[in-house]
């Protein structure tokens, strides 16, 4: 399973470090993809990271130059790292994984992913 955390209450402008930790498998060999999900809209996708060895991230329009994934190997988790946050970055936000997976054309289809976690709301307001 994955478990997001990091979640939380942030004034508009601040960061947020998001994370997606891995139990029962190593995470180095999943694709991880993050989502989100704001009241009343589709879940979509915000970044993509491949699986060991795929290259680096990729991310929407939406995070881009906001956006940062990292993995932490030695901890079995991925990081979101989100600056410069926004009103409309409030939502709840989720990790996925899919074994073997290099970020491609589906990337953000949530088909494409078989483990997802609970969510983490992320909420910007002043």
């Known amino acids: 399973q994955v478990v997001e955390s990091g979640g939380g209450w942030v004034q508009p402008g601040g960061s947020l470090r998001l994370s997606c930790a891995a139990s029962?498998?190593?995470?180095?060999?999943?694709?991880i993809a993050w989502f989100r999900q704001a009241p009343g809209k589709e879940r979509e996708g915000v970044s993509c990271i491949s699986s060991r060895g795929g290259g680096p991230a990729t991310y929407a329009d939406s995070g881009k130059g906001r956006f940062t994934v990292t993995r932490d190997s030695a901890k079995n988790t991925v990081y979101l790292q989100i600056n410069d946050l926004r009103v409309d970055d409030t939502a709840a936000y989720f990790c996925?994984?899919?074994?073997?997976?290099?970020?491609?054309?589906?990337?953000?289809?949530?088909?494409?992913?078989?483990?997802w976690g609970q969510g983490t709301q992320v909420t910007v307001s002043s």
């Open positions: 029962g498998f190593n995470l180095e060999y999943y694709a």
């Open positions: 996925a994984a899919d074994l073997g997976y290099s970020c491609s054309a589906s990337m953000f289809a949530r088909r494409q992913y078989d483990i």
